[in-house]
């Protein structure tokens, strides 16, 4: 459950009922996750690029499972949209593999960083 007090918390209750294109508005025009942001993008070690983003070098991709748990998804900011990947059962072992065949094919290089969210047992 996320905390009903928190920037998401409150950005959670107001996107209720809404559909993806209304909540996607709803956090294009989120002050406090703007504000969240800047100030948790300052406390880390790299320097942090203001205004021209065509200076930026890295990206986050996400990759997550289809609503029926069936296909491998890639979300890429670059992209024009959602890339199926190809079928999957295990969310990791198929970003593994994804990112194996990015990394063979020349597609991103080995300076990357990798993180992992599930659920606390």
Known sequence: SVDEDTVLGRFHRRCLGQTPDERCKEL??????????????????????????????HHFI??????????????????????????CSDVLRGSIQAIRGKLERGEISESLSMMTLGLAD
């Open 28 to 57: 294009e025009n989120d002050d406090d996750f703007k504000r969240a942001h800047r100030s948790n993008a300052a406390k880390g070690q790299s320097r942090t690029i203001d205004g021209d983003q065509s200076k930026v070098r």
């Open 62 to 87: 996400a990759y997550v499972m289809d609503k029926k748990g069936k296909q491998l998804v890639e979300l890429d900011g670059t992209k024009a949209g959602p890339v199926m990947v190809g079928e």
